[in-house]
């Protein structure tokens, strides 16, 4: 993958790592358990592609 994909994927990383924080704060007061849920989740999404593709070629 050239150097450009890769940085474009890890700025579409972060606004995925933001909206799961906004996400958390926004829905925590109303439900806590699923916000936190839902934020591990997103979590757990971007750290799956994160390594599928910045360590594909090892």
């Not at 050239?2 to 906004?22: C, D, E, P, R, T």
């Not at 007061?29 to 999404?45: A, D, G, K, M, T």
């Amino acid at each position: 993958m050239s150097l450009i994909h890769k940085l474009l994927f890890g700025v579409f990383a972060l606004f995925l790592i933001f909206v799961a924080i906004v996400f958390l704060i926004g829905d925590y007061q109303e439900n806590p358990l699923f916000s936190i849920f839902i934020f591990i989740f997103i979590l757990y999404v971007v750290y799956y592609l994160a390594i599928k593709i910045f360590f594909k070629e090892l």
